[in-house]
């Protein structure tokens, strides 16, 4: 009987606290996003603002489960990540720049762990290309 009651009590604390580590990672997920858009829009105003030929290079630390990078317009820089693991929805995102900007990016510029970016003001000063820098 204590046996059984104890399971009663200990399946479902299990439960509940496999649904908690899920949010906690959810919410630095989007934490960690939230920082690296901002630094992102941060440093294209900064290269915006300098001469022509201006190149700012930043190193940012992308965490697990962002799958896409994207500047679907001049003003806006979205990132798309797994939003919840249990049903595979995804969240956005969206950093809007007061500073034109323009950059193409693969899976392999946003998938986890450390990686640099390279900020070059262009054409005359009025883009700011955003691009990964990477090691051959």
Not at 17 to 41: A, C, H, P, W
Request: aromatic letters at 12%; proline letters at 3%; zero cysteines.
């Amino acid at each position: 009987f204590v046996v059984g009651f104890a399971m009663m009590l200990i399946i479902p604390s299990l439960a509940l606290f496999g649904m908690f580590v899920q949010e906690t990672s959810d919410t630095v997920t989007r934490s960690q996003v939230n920082k690296i858009g901002n630094y992102m829009l941060d440093t294209a105003t900064q290269t915006y603002h300098g001469t022509n030929g201006t190149i700012i290079v930043i190193e940012v630390n992308f965490p697990e489960g962002v799958m896409n990078l994207t500047v679907p317009t001049e003003n806006e820089l979205v990132f798309t990540f797994e939003s919840d693991g249990a049903t595979g929805v995804a969240g956005e995102a969206v950093f809007y720049s007061d500073v034109p900007l323009n950059g193409t990016f693969t899976d392999d510029d946003v998938n986890e762990g450390i990686k640099k970016f390279k900020f070059t003001a262009t054409e005359s000063g009025s883009v700011v290309l955003i691009e990964r820098v990477q090691k051959y």
